[in-house]
């Protein structure tokens, strides 16, 4: 199953202040309070005021993100930095293969990377998203890391979280749904048999 991710994280306060002027600025709930906003290449022409560039060849550590961050790009992400940190996060996996990449800014300045790793044989807290998230402030919780913990497996792609974001659905959706699931299983809602979370959700 493929996966893949452009977008920028951060506090949901910040960015909806940030973004709250922008046409194509969609932002997606995540847990402890934070958000993520989707990176199209209508909002880069929005914030930039051109249309995006994508690299040709694939990611490395010398170049870690298929989106070039121009000047004008990432100046506006430093911008919106100085009212807290900001993290860039790339991802793209299919069968297993792939790689993540991830820059975080504070203060108007980058404060950590950018990083990239295709290998990912590190322990998973020095992956680069979940460093970055870390960064940002992600706090260990019950699930596996800081990604999981703060929902970014939910969607898995862009088209996934503008809709997650035009829905105002929350992080836990998923849960909240195989929950009323198990409640109407157990008898204590009368309603009609509907089946399980897999066959109506995909939860997997």
Known sequence: MSYQLSAVVADV???????????HAVLAALRQDFALLPVTPQLVQELTGGLPDFATDEPRAERPFRLVLS????????????SGPVAYLEAEFAGGLGHQSAVVWLGGEVSWG??????????????PINTAL????AE???WIDPFAELGLHLERDTDG?????RRGLSAD?????AEEWELRQSGQHQQPHRPGPVGDWGIA
Not at 161 to 165: I, K, P, R, Y
């Open 173 to 177: 959706y998923w849960d909240e749904l």
């Open 134 to 137: 870390a960064r940002l402030g």
């Open 161 to 165: 979280w503008l809709t997650h974001g």
């Open 13 to 23: 306060e910040l960015l909806r202040e940030q973004t709250a002027d922008l046409d």
């Open 71 to 82: 000047p004008p790009l990432a100046e506006v992400l430093a911008r919106w930095s100085t």
């Open 140 to 142: 260990p919780g019950a």
């Open 114 to 127: 950018p990083r990239y790793d295709a290998a990912l044989e590190r322990p998973r807290t020095e992956w």
